[in-house]
């Protein structure tokens, strides 16, 4: 499972980011035949997509792993070029791959800081812009990966992984037409039954490997609660 990297434009000059992030996953690819391994797990990221911060616009709503890559940003490029490198790597040696995508991953104390800030300054929420409400819990992330290794594989996968609502105060189809109101939504229907469900599609995740999201923003008071220490008192 390879999950080294540099995991931001800012985290680095352009050329570092590439030079960790590309040549890495080649390093790891390598080592991986060396040493006889059935399956790699590489994370990569919604970004390779192109969309995140700003970069631009989604071709569509929801977004789903079949979206062309426009990443040109150093951080998103050098996932999309680590996909690609993962594919290829796959087809020399028949070694099972999977690129795992990410969004915004989500450990249970961020639910609270997240509503903290807002109450603090409601309009952070949409200033600067930010993903469509798109955001993974870490334990979803983690069962993704125990999913990984578990289910028979071949060839190359690339699975987004994202909550199945959106960590908004807007119903999903307001924050899509405030946010990008000339991307068009396929199935808006979808959206009736479920009027916060996610803006991404995780349907590969859930095809490929069995994997479904646990945690939501709906639920987050009680998903805290959960994930809370028990404190013991003696007397």
Same mark, same amino acid.
């Given at each position: 499972?390879?999950? &080294? @990297? ?16 590309? +040549? ?5 690819? +390598? ?17 390779? /997509?192109?969309?995140? !911060?700003?970069? *631009?616009? %989604?071709?569509?709503?929801?977004? #789903?792993?079949?979206? %062309? ?7 998103? /490029?050098?996932?999309?070029?680590? !996909?690609? /490198? ?7 040696? &028949? ?13 249970? #104390? ?5 509503? !903290?800030?807002?109450?603090? @300054?409601?309009?952070?929420?949409? =200033?600067?812009?930010?993903?469509? &409400? ?5 334990? #979803?992330? @983690?069962?993704?990966? !125990? *999913?990984?290794?578990?289910? %028979? ?13 959106? @960590?908004?105060?807007? %119903?999903? +189809? =307001? +924050? ?12 808006? =229907? ?10 991404? #599609? ?13 945690? *939501?923003?709906?639920? *987050?008071?009680?998903? =805290? ?11």
């Amino acid at each position: 499972m390879h999950l &080294g @990297a540099l995991a931001h434009d800012s985290a680095g000059s352009p050329e570092r980011i590439m030079a960790v992030n590309v +040549l890495g996953t080649w390093h790891v690819l +390598l080592a991986a035949e060396a040493v006889g391994a059935r399956k790699v797990i590489h994370f990569s990221s919604g970004q390779a /997509l192109g969309i995140a !911060e700003g970069e *631009r616009l %989604p071709d569509y709503f929801p977004v #789903d792993d079949h979206h %062309p890559r426009r990443a040109m940003r150093p951080y998103g /490029l050098s996932k999309r070029l680590a !996909e690609d /490198l993962c594919e290829g790597f796959t087809r020399r040696t &028949g070694i099972v791959t999977v690129s795992l995508r990410p969004v915004a991953v989500w450990s249970p #104390d961020r639910y609270r800081r997240v509503e !903290e800030q807002r109450r603090a @300054a409601p309009e952070s929420e949409w =200033e600067p812009y930010w993903e469509y &409400g798109a955001f993974v819990d870490v334990r #979803d992330v @983690a069962a993704a990966v !125990e *999913r990984t290794l578990e289910i %028979p594989l071949a060839g190359h996968h690339r699975a987004l992984l994202c909550a199945a609502d959106i @960590a908004a105060s807007a %119903p999903s +189809l =307001e +924050l899509a037409a405030r946010l990008a109101p000339s991307v068009p939504v396929h199935n808006p =229907e979808r959206y009736i039954k479920n009027p916060s469900g996610a803006l991404f #599609d995780c349907s590969t995740a859930e095809s490929v490997l069995d994997w479904k999201p646990r945690y *939501r923003w709906a639920d *987050r008071k009680q998903h =805290e609660r959960a994930s809370s220490p028990t404190v013991r008192h003696d007397s």
